[in-house]
Nanobody, 124 residues
Framework: EVQLVESGGGLVPPGGSLTLSCAAS????????MTWVRQAPGKEFEWIAAINSIDDKITYLDSVKGRFTISRDNTKNTLYLQMNGLKPEDTAVYYC?????????????????WGQGTLVTVSS
């Protein structure tokens, strides 16, 4: 059974940092593209970072480029999102998701498994 369990969310002041983790089971994170997606209050889901399995290519949403880093630890079968320079507009529920493909297509419709989400609140 495929499972994704996120952790690491919380309350952080503007400019602060957090690292989110996503522990996977039922598959290996280096076999499929993996993505972090967020949903801010009252807004739609948006992908923010993705890593391919086929070529390790990493893609970021422009608004997080240079501040967020996606990575995976194959020995722990875990995906990470290091977030620095957090802004109030980064407040959202963050989800990790598994793709059906080995490369990220840019579409949320190819994400077939999602975690339960972890809340990140950026506020002073």
């Amino acid at each position: 059974e495929v499972q994704l369990v996120e952790s690491g969310g919380g309350l952080v002041p503007p400019g602060g940092s957090l690292t989110l983790s996503c522990a996977a089971s039922g598959f290996t994170v280096n076999s499929y593209a993996m993505t972090w997606v967020r949903q801010a209050p009252g807004k739609e889901f948006e992908w923010i970072a993705a890593i391919n399995s086929i070529d390790d290519k990493i893609t970021y949403l422009d608004s997080v480029k240079g501040r967020f880093t996606i990575s995976r630890d194959n020995t722990k079968n875990t995906l990470y999102l290091q977030m620095n320079g957090l802004k109030p507009e980064d407040t959202a529920v963050y989800y990790c998701a598994k793709d059906v493909e080995e490369y990220f297509s840019g579409r949320l419709t190819t994400l077939n498994y999602w975690g339960q989400g972890t809340l990140v609140t950026v506020s002073s």
